[in-house]
């Protein structure tokens, strides 16, 4: 039996640990053994416990508390806790996810013991260093020994930095999994929020703690919903929330109608009866995909270049007329479908080749 530690922390890698933990459990329960570390990272329930209770997630058997924080101290306190728990017990390989510090911490932790780390969404490149995701990421893939790539660009991009094709694995996407998995569900189980709508996200820190990047969004939002007479829905992040409430802004008209962040099947049902997105998630970006619908990046560059290449979703940075045209320009029409993130069967390469490690 072997038997792996999987590390979460953030509110995406959630909804990716749960394809795995659910393929373990169904398909691998005699040889393979997952335990769950949470290491606190997101707190809130909306941002962390939900998650796991919706999507039916193994509760985490450790639970390191370590909440918000400076960069520095949030993953030194990580690594320490999970080193514990790595001295403690026995495990033949750490599984990190993405690219938040949580990934870092416990891809940092594992390597400097001698464990095999196991990354999925290997391989992920913006090419742009000022942001703590690229950093994160190109730190874990450097130290794993298994490479889950979700995409060939990712694959060509490991390659370049010089990884062999013994150490990377294109197993496609498995946020692509879930889509396919729990798409008829999210619409069965919840009520539609309006009759039409765009969904808008926002969290980047490039975003919300700069108030003239901030300004120029909630404006071109503004823009939107008088010159389309749309309303937008707005899970607001509780990083966007303290930041808007710190600056002295006008309300937010009443078509922007800010909610409380959504469940996984809450997005997926809104994502499917939205009529565009835009957002700066990466996630979001590829899942306004799966669900045939628009997106508008409010982002200078993505790591899901395919999407943009396809047309499929645009670069509108924190440009007011750019958001703006590209709305009207492309609200309720139906993108090119996904042809790059796999066949929807990712955890299943993921667990084998765990496996055959
Ligand atoms: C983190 C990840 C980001 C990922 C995002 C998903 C890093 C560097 N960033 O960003 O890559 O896209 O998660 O959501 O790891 N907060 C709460 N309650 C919570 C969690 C956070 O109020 O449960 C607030 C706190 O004020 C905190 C702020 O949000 O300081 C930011 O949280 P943090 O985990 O540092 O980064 P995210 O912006 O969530």
Known sequence: MKKILTIVGARPQFIKAAAISHTIR?????????????????????????????????????????GSGPHGKQTGLMMSGIEEILLQNHYDGVLVYGDTNSTLAGALAATKMHIPVYHVEAGLRSFNRSMPEEINRVVADHVSSLLFAPTQTAVHNLRNEGFTDKNIIFSGDVMYDNVLHYSTTALQRTKPILDSYILTTLHRDFNTDNPDRLKHILSALNTITEQLKTEIVFPMHPRTRKCIDSMSLTPLPNRIHVVAPLSYLETLAALQRCSLVLTDSGGLQKEANFCRKYCVVLRPETEWVELVEDGAAVLADADEQKIVDATLRLIGQVPPANLHFGNGHAADTIVSRILES
């Open 26 to 66: 169904d398909k691998h329960a005699s040889e393979l053994q997952e335990d769950i570390l949470h290491t606190g990272q997101h707190y809130d329930d909306a941002m962390s416990g939900q998650f796991f209770t919706e999507l039916d997630i193994p509760l985490p058997r450790y639970n390191l508390g370590v």
